[in-house]
């Protein structure tokens, strides 16, 4: 049980809003397959500037489809980093596919783009390059990459709704581009996932792979009609393709259009935190704080500080079990992908991405949600500061 003192690594910001569209949806009769998804893909798309949006029931499934949709499969290799959340790089595995890692830089935390640049070989299929944190820095240097070696780039832009660089938003970057809506993300519907795209056919081939590889084109009847009653709809039970289930519920894309309404106020929100942070911890000689270039428009996904390099993963560890035994909620954002079990297994070892395995090694992820208030942010910083200390790890 949370104590009520409790300052959660993350929460959800809910209002009568959100309870109202939901509770519409919920009497409409219509649960799935129906106008309020459509309303939010049209909500999420217009917002980054792109044709289409196909809803989905994870931001993981969103990438699976992306690479089944662009007819990846065993013998093709994928480009990605190896810091980042465990499903960027296992949605390559999901198809059979290998994937290369390419290490970071350290100012971004984003893949260094020269070295995506030297991992292009014979059989690259894609590049996925991932916004960190939020950070859409290097994507415009990463969109010409792919448009050089004429290769697809897949953005797993899940931590990013909002982000901009040089103007452009995240999103827009690749041939199609997959947000995430779990409930530490800017906006949450529970669970669900968006995949935005300017390519029709592309578009249309996601539609059916998430509805069980259904007629390309295949549209849901406009009453609330029964869909599981056999063959009356005309092509509910004829299947073209391998096709999955990973349609989001009406339910969920109700919570989704209440947050889009809200989303720059809850950016704006994510923005004073971090600002907060900024100005409490910046210049602590102990700690590397999140970088923003000059051309970024960050939208903060998470708030992760990083130990000087004198300090070891131990020592972060142990400063996460201190705050945490201080009801602080905190975390060691991101373990490198490469070094997860099933990858190891795969022959991936230490070493071989130096950068992201440093700073994985002494992140730190603090608290960070929309209502944070200045008294939250005292507590926080004053509970590190004394974790971080070196009496209390016992270098004094
Ligand atoms: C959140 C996230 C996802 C998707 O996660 P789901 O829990 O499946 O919605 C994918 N990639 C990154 C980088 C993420 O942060």
Request: proline share 6%; aromatic share 8%; charged share 20%.
């Amino acid at each position: 049980m949370t104590s009520p003192n409790e300052i959660p690594l993350s929460r959800p910001d809910i209002t009568a809003l959100e309870e109202e569209l939901v509770l519409r949806t919920l009497r409409s009769g219509r649960l799935s397959i129906g106008p309020v998804v459509e309303q939010f893909e049209a909500a999420v798309a217009a917002r980054v500037g792109c044709h289409h949006g196909i809803a989905v029931n994870s931001g993981t499934s969103g990438l699976h489809m992306c690479m089944l949709g662009l007819g990846i499969g065993p013998g093709d290799e994928v480009i990605t980093t190896p810091f980042s959340f465990i499903a960027s790089a296992n949605c390559i595995l999901m198809t059979g596919a290998t994937p290369v890692f390419v290490d970071i830089c350290p100012r971004t935390l984003n893949m260094d783009p020269a070295k995506v640049e030297a991992a292009i070989g014979k059989r690259t299929k894609a590049i996925l390059a991932v916004e960190t944190f939020g950070n859409p820095a290097y994507f415009d240097q990463y969109t010409a990459i792919a448009a050089r070696h004429e290769l697809p780039m897949i953005e797993d832009c899940c931590e990013a709704l909002g982000a901009t660089l040089k103007g452009r938003p995240a999103g827009h970057f690749g041939r199609c581009g997959v947000f995430g809506f779990y409930p530490n993300k800017q906006i949450t519907t529970g669970e669900g996932g968006l995949i935005v795209t300017d390519d029709a056919r592309f578009a249309d081939m996601c539609r059916s792979l998430r509805n069980q590889g259904r007629p390309l084109g295949w549209s849901a009847p406009k009453a609330a009609e029964p869909t599981h009653g056999g063959t009356a709809t005309g092509s509910w039970l004829r299947h073209e393709r391998l096709g999955y289930n990973y349609r989001m519920s009406e339910i969920n894309a109700a919570l989704g259009v209440a947050q889009m309404r809200r989303l720059d106020e809850m950016i704006a929100k994510r923005q004073r935190v971090s600002r907060w942070y900024m100005e409490r911890l910046g210049g602590h000689k102990d700690l590397v704080l999140p970088t923003v270039e000059d051309d970024v428009n960050m939208s903060w996904f998470v708030y992760v500080v990083r130990l000087a390099p004198s300090y070891t993963s131990d020592e972060r560890d142990r400063i996460i079990r201190g705050l945490r035994a201080h009801d602080i909620g905190a975390s060691d954002y991101f373990p490198c992908i490469h070094l997860q079990t099933h990858f190891r297994e795969l022959g991936f070892r230490p070493g071989m991405f130096p950068i992201a395995e440093s700073v994985s090694n002494r992140t730190i992820a603090l608290p960070f949600f929309n209502d944070m208030t200045q008294k939250d942010i005292d507590i926080v910083v004053g509970t590190l500061e004394l974790m971080i200390s070196r009496e209390n790890l016992g270098r004094g």
